[in-house]
Nanobody, 125 residues
Framework: QVQLVESGGGLVQAGDSLRLSCAAS????????MGWFRQAPGKERQFVAT????????DYAASVKGRFTVSRDNAKNTVYLQMNSLKPEDTAVYYC??????????????????WGQGTQVTVSS
């Protein structure tokens, strides 16, 4: 029903900034809370951020709070993750996800029904 495509990843140095985008299609974008997750090699997929349907409320993992900002543009069917002051420990594949229809997105991957293919973010020191 919903297809998600991430973009914007790349190789940057510590302290740099990067903005990820996630374009949605195949559904009514404003019906879905959206989330960002990341997964490093050998580790479990971890919560990064979530944003409500209207974009009025957000939640962040403690490790990124104050550095990352999630936002959305429902007219463009796109959710963003602005990442500032990047650290080597931010290196991971980043995934966007759409929550169950009309539900508030939480911190568990199990609360999300649709996933993008991921985009690699590598932060060197």
């Amino acid at each position: 029903q919903v297809q998600l495509v991430e973009s914007g990843g790349g190789l940057v140095q510590a302290g740099d900034s990067l903005r990820l985008s996630c374009a949605a299609s195949g559904g009514t974008f404003s019906n879905y809370a959206m989330g960002w997750f990341r997964q490093a090699p050998g580790k479990e997929r971890q919560f990064v951020a979530t944003i409500t349907r209207s974009g009025t409320n957000t939640d962040y993992a403690a490790s990124v709070k104050g550095r990352f900002t999630v936002s959305r543009d429902n007219a463009k069917n796109t959710v963003y993750l602005q990442m500032n002051s990047l650290k080597p420990e931010d290196t991971a594949v980043y995934y966007c996800a759409a929550a169950s229809l009309y539900r508030i997105g939480g911190r568990s991957p199990n609360e999300y029904d649709y996933w993008g293919q991921g985009t690699q973010v590598t932060v060197s020191s």
